[in-house]
């Protein structure tokens, strides 16, 4: 089973239902808050801020058992009061960021202790043990520890793979252990020796559950080859398997599977009393949904099982300008009567939980909820021993909010009553207003605000009214310090929807995309410290984020594409040049000799002799010179001859030759 390399998408906030009754939800927020809600009245009972919520921040919750019988035993006066029930949970364990293990008491209100010493990196997960109450932890580090929760020491440490150790699964009887990294092992827990390993996940194994198919009672359940069972789940996988621990034939694949719709988030199971009975189980995928399979483990099912049960939550959008809207379901649990569901739904700050009873009957099930009104019913908003800070009469006040139109205050306009004394002298509403400076002055004096604070009023005013004409008028400026200057004038209730109208018109046309780019670099560079307090930030900054990642994407390409063009234009620019180069190659002067075409022929007949015969030739010819030079004499002889005697027959002569 070959690990993916770690979670791509970001993990979401860790939480934990207590057992059995389901009465109890142990919630932890992206800011490092930690609230447990009552699930009967969907109250708040407990927030608790650790110390070191920022840099250790919370990545496990797991709840340790119940100590209500263990009360009831110590103290004999409970004899004559009513028995306390086993499900009362009290202490919260916290796994953090930097390896630290938490122990809350809910009931005191405090921190119990601290686990120290075991992991040097991030807990992944926790587990505690139902018989001998000690607590199994595992670790990025690669190792498990085993830890004594009476000296909060470490009992036992062992590499439980070579890779991180993601989940950890603590067998019924508590004699065996599961661990998922690399490959899922099995442990006993006596000698630490891996049993047996599991593989058949294409990514890293994230979760573990074991199932006991029959009564906890049943003693042969342990010793049953078919009776023992556990659920993995893997990274970014839509499926949960089912595996079987006990099996003769030891089959290295799963018996079957659960199709999801994304990947799990939330898991909970119901097990079944009985043989006969169904396994009941709610899974809460990524996107929202809430999936309820029921299936009878009877052997191997070679295809994928679809949910019973599909169920969304939406708003009710009875308004004409409103639609309706999809709700996330962050967590589900099953009660013991197998029919009521515990839903957690909304944002990590302000959840809505609710008790909801299913028919699984029916294939889809859609509830509609007014989340807004629910929130605001819910939320406390009851605030006491408010005390009035004593203001001197020499400070001054300064609110908050756009300068020049919430300057400082006077301090002696401001009275810790709203009641005027007897006999006190009235102030007008002129000076009342003088001292609160509302209009900005009509002469600026040296040292008096900038001429970039009409841009912040104007785009305060332009996001308010959602006026385009007066947010074209200030975006259209290429400025970069005016920008910057105008940016950090806003209020800050106005950043989010600042980057909402920036996302919007950053899909525009590619011109005004240009500048909107500048706006936002401005935005994110002055009010990343606001920005990072927001506990929705993700979802605000969604819209963003996927744009710009979208729009990064193409850049590798239309790199590569801007360089094979270069390419292209720099050979054929080349190519024409050189056409150009061969089509000019004309002689701009040309040089002839005086010879004549006969001296030239001479001279080319010359020239074709060797050079090692230049001076035979020359004796040669002045040797013909002079055979001419006689042979023309004796021509002339001749010649003279035949004008002197005319009556010479020339057929004689031939013949004397």
């Excluded at 593989?199 to 049943?218: C, E, K, M, Y």
């Excluded at 700050?349 to 989340?371: A, M, N, S, W, Y």
């Excluded at 756009?402 to 400082?408: L, R």
């Excluded at 920008?483 to 600042?498: G, Q, S």
Aim: glycine share 6%; proline share 5%.
């Amino acid at each position: 089973m070959a690990a993916a390399g770690g979670v791509c998408e970001p993990l979401p906030p860790p939480s934990a239902l207590s057992p059995h009754n389901r009465d109890l939800l142990a919630l932890s927020g992206l800011d490092g808050r930690i609230q447990v809600w009552d699930t009967r009245i969907g109250g708040l009972t407990l927030d608790y801020v650790p110390s070191a919520h920022l840099n250790a921040t919370c990545t496990c919750l797991a709840w340790a058992p119940s100590r209500g019988i263990q009360e009831s035993h110590q103290k004999k006066r409970r004899k004559s009061e009513p028995i306390v029930r086993d499900e009362q949970y009290d202490l919260l364990t916290i796994g953090t960021a930097t390896g630290t293990i938490l122990l809350y008491s809910i009931v005191k209100g405090e921190l119990q202790s601290k686990l120290v010493g075991g992991h040097d990196n991030r807990v992944n997960c926790i587990r505690w043990h139902q018989d001998n109450g000690c607590l199994y932890s595992c670790s990025e580090d690669k190792f498990i520890v085993e830890w004594n929760t009476q000296t909060y020491k470490v009992k036992c440490k062992w590499k439980g793979d070579t890779s991180s150790v993601s989940s950890l699964c603590i067998s019924p009887d508590g004699k065996m252990l599961l661990s998922a990294g690399r490959t899922i092992k099995l442990w006993d827990l006596e000698t630490k020796a891996v049993t047996r390993q599991f593989t058949g996940h294409s990514s890293a194994v994230t979760s573990l559950w074991f199932i006991n198919s029959r009564p906890s009672g049943d003693s042969t359940t342990s010793d049953d080859p078919t009776g023992l069972y556990f659920l993995s789940a893997a990274v970014n996988e839509r499926f949960i398997s089912v595996w079987q621990v006990r099996s003769e034939k030891k089959e290295k694949k799963a018996l079957l599977s659960f199709t999801l719709s994304e990947a799990p988030v939330s898991v909970d199971l119901a097990p079944s009393d009985s043989k006969e009975e169904p396994l009941k189980l709610a899974v809460v995928c990524r996107d929202g949904q809430l999936h309820l399979f029921e299936h009878v483990l009877n052997g191997n099912y070679k295809k994928p099982l679809a949910p019973t049960c599909t169920v969304q939550m939406a708003t009710s959008g009875n308004d004409e300008s409103s639609t309706p809207k999809p709700i996330s379901i962050l967590s589900a649990g099953l009660c013991p009567d197998r029919q009521t569901v515990v839903l957690c739904y909304g944002s990590t700050t302000f959840p809505v939980i609710e008790k909801v009873v299913l028919k699984t009957d029916q294939p889809h099930i859609c509830l509609v909820r007014d989340i807004q009104k629910t929130v605001t019913l819910r939320r406390d908003v009851v605030v006491t021993k408010v005390k009035t800070p004593v203001v001197k009469a020499d400070a001054n006040v300064l609110v908050p909010g756009i300068p020049g139109h919430s300057a400082a205050a006077g301090a002696s306009i401001s009275r810790k009553d709203g009641k005027r004394k007897p006999g006190g002298q009235e102030v007008s509403i002129e000076d009342r207003l003088g001292a609160m400076d509302i209009d900005l002055p009509k002469v600026q004096r040296k040292g008096s605000l900038p001429q970039t604070d009409n841009f912040s009023v104007l785009l305060v005013q332009g996001l308010e009214s959602n006026d385009a004409d007066i947010l074209n008028k200030v975006f259209q400026t290429k400025n970069d310090s005016l920008i910057k200057k105008t940016v950090a004038r806003i209020p800050v209730y106005t950043v989010i929807p600042l980057v909402h109208e920036l996302t919007k018109r950053l899909q525009g046309h590619p011109s005004s995309a240009i500048l909107m780019v500048r706006w936002i670099k401005a935005v994110l560079v002055v009010h990343a410290s606001y920005l990072s307090t927001l506990p929705d930030l993700v979802p605000q900054l969604g819209a963003l984020y996927q744009l710009m990642e979208s729009r990064v994407k193409t850049l590798q390409k239309m790199s590569r594409l801007n360089g094979k063009l270069y390419l292209v234009i720099t050979q054929v620019t080349a190519s024409e040049i050189a056409q150009k180069v061969r089509v000019n190659q004309e002689a701009k002067l040309v040089y002839e000799e005086e010879s004549s075409e006969e001296s030239g022929g001479e001279e080319e007949e010359q020239n074709t002799e060797s050079d090692d015969n230049w001076e035979e030739g020359e004796e040669e010819a002045e040797d013909k010179s002079e055979d001419s030079g006689e042979a023309e004499s004796e021509d002339d002889m001749n010649v003279d001859k035949v004008n002197g005697d005319s009556d010479v027959d020339l057929g004689n002569e031939s013949e004397e030759e």
